[in-house]
């Protein structure tokens, strides 16, 4: 088809209440399918800082990329932006939906800010700035939020890794009703697709493609290609009906959001960094059954949280002592009256381990009993059987550590979107090309 | 690869910065991301708490939607009721 690229964001079109910017995209999708369009990428869901406060659940963002052309264009935008009033909860306050178009090429600033939204903090007048210096078309709602979400998507075309993820979604007014996917029908599923899927089961079998909130999601199965994600649907069933489904290209499971490493002097809240250093500060169990330790660099010292529903991830953390050189991957929480600036754990590479010296008292080599200091340079004695040994040292022994080095990460279920899982840790599409799949969608 | 600040606004990366340090989080940022009047950041201005203004936000009240810090909101399994709405019984 001749025509020109268009790229269109959509974000926080939700609410606590339900819906899903998701489920939006998939309507608009239908919408533009029924015009003169030619898809260019399956719907990207871009993931982005999981550590802000904006967010409505996991703070993804879409962004759809075809060829048209300008009259479609213009025909459609004003049904999509009615569409948008139609569909969200207009009493709740903090629903700021946002809509930006950009035609081809995408803009290197807009490319730059993708990059800063993954892990840093974008405030809305600057994305404002950012729009209104390039003349984009654009809508939004509210405090206009949703423009920083649905502008950094278009900016990131995942060039790096990617997964996939179909989504299958239940009718909008069953939104509140219970989802009872069947547990065995997902443990079945996982079973035939092997390693073509992940994120399926925890460790005891409990399901994890069903979300728990009250947004038209039905279930979300994740894979590393559009026809292994449409099989493993086929697989599964549900009380509820699927009323329809897409598949999403996406950076889940890409770790994506912590690709820096940043010096404890230059955190800011709510960013998502990799902070070396030293543990400085023995892990303590808090009342409520959260885990603080604390850490240092050359330039600072900052405490580490883990939180009870990390479990075992709560346990290996609580087993770290003061000297061990570690890797944190954490969000930056920011201060209150009660703590300071506080690293909130994702992750955490043990890079180091200081060893455990026990001193002893040296054995009798007569009787095997243990000897005792025979004075300030005088050796040792044995008590047992009078044996003395001048020139006798204390013995040091190394005691075994329990933990190893490597990197521990929280349970599947208490995992960000965007965490690389361990089944991922050496998988990665970089520059793999993907084809676009005949069905993709439906309706 | 380790990130440094480079000399540039922590936000726009403007690189005529004329230096202003946000009082909350301490970001060095240009003039365009600073607000005089109460000396924040435009990051700081944006997700402050809505009830107290001292501290950031950890995050919106499910039921009216505005931004409150961890001393002015409960958490309740995933959702988080601020003080005012919380006192009003809503």
């Known amino acids: 088809m001749n025509g020109t690229e268009f790229h269109i964001g959509l974000d926080d079109i939700d609410d606590p209440g339900g819906r899903c910017t998701t489920h939006f995209a998939s309507l608009v999708v239908e919408l533009l399918s029924r015009h003169s369009v030619e898809w260019l990428d399956y719907p990207n869901l871009i993931r ?13 963002a879409v962004a759809l990329r075809f060829k048209s052309d300008s009259e479609t264009i213009s025909t459609t935008l004003p049904l999509i932006e009615q569409m948008i009033h139609d569909y969200i909860d207009e009493t709740y306050p903090n629903t700021n939906p946002g809509f930006v178009i950009v035609e081809n090429p995408i803009s290197t600033d807009i490319q730059t800010l993708s990059k800063q939204a993954l892990w840093r903090t ?21 405090n206009g939020r949703g423009l920083v979400g649905a502008l950094s998507a278009i900016g990131n075309t995942l060039k790096d890794d990617y997964t996939f993820e179909y989504l299958a979604y239940r009718r909008i007014d069953e939104s509140s009703v219970k989802r009872e996917v069947d547990p065995e029908s997902v443990i079945e599923m996982d079973r035939i697709m092997g390693n073509r899927v992940f994120s399926n089961l925890d460790d005891k079998n409990r399901i994890l493609i069903e979300p728990h909130g009250p947004d038209p999601v039905l279930y979300g199965i994740r894979g590393e290609n559009a026809s292994a994600v449409i099989e ?23 770790g994506e959001h912590l690709t820096n490493q940043v ?6 809240p709510y960013m998502a960094a990799i902070v070396r250093g030293h543990v400085d500060k023995s892990p303590r169990i808090h009342e409520g059954g959260f885990t603080v330790f604390g850490i240092k660099d050359d330039t600072s010292h900052i405490d580490c949280a883990v939180y009870e529903p990390t479990r075992q991830f709560r346990n290996t953390v609580n087993m770290l002592l003061i000297g061990d050189e570690v890797k944190v991957h954490a969000s930056v929480r920011p201060k209150s009256r009660t703590h300071g600036l506080t690293l909130n754990l994702e992750g955490l590479e043990i890079l180091h381990l200081s060893p455990i010296i026990k001193t002893e008292s040296p054995l009798c080599p007569e009787c095997k009993k243990r000897m005792k200091s025979a004075g300030t340079r005088k050796g040792f004695k044995c008590v047992n059987c009078g044996y003395k040994d001048p020139e006798g040292t204390k013995i040091e022994t190394r005691i075994e550590r329990k933990i190893d080095l490597g990197l521990y990460l929280p349970p599947l279920s208490a995992q960000r979107h965007l965490t690389r ?3 991922r840790i050496k998988k990665n599409n970089s520059g793999k090309s993907f084809d676009m799949v005949r069905k993709w969608h439906d309706p | 690869m380790l990130f440094t600040f480079s ?84």
């Open chain 1, 48 to 60: 982005l800082n999981p550590g802000i406060p904006f967010r409505t659940r996991g703070n993804g």
């Open chain 1, 122 to 142: 974008i405030p809305i007048r600057f994305v404002q700035r950012l729009i209104k210096r390039d003349n984009l078309t654009h809508f939004s709602l509210g």
């Open chain 1, 232 to 254: 493993a649907a086929t697989h599964v069933k549900s009380v509820q009906n699927v009323e329809r489904w897409m598949v999403f290209r996406t950076n889940q499971a890409t």
């Open chain 1, 263 to 268: 010096r404890i002097q230059d955190l800011r």
């Open chain 1, 421 to 423: 899982p361990l089944s």
């Open chain 2, 7 to 90: 000399t540039a606004c922590e936000i726009c990366e403007d690189e005529d910065l004329q230096e202003s340090r946000c009082k909350m989080c301490g970001a060095r940022v240009c003039k365009n991301c600073f607000v005089e009047s109460n000396g924040l950041c435009l990051n700081c201005e944006e997700a402050k708490c809505y009830l107290c203004g001292d501290y950031l936000s950890s995050r919106a009240c499910n039921v009216c939607g505005k931004l409150v810090c961890e001393d002015h909101g409960t958490k309740k399994d995933e959702a988080t009721i601020c003080d005012e709405c919380r006192l009003s019984d809503k």
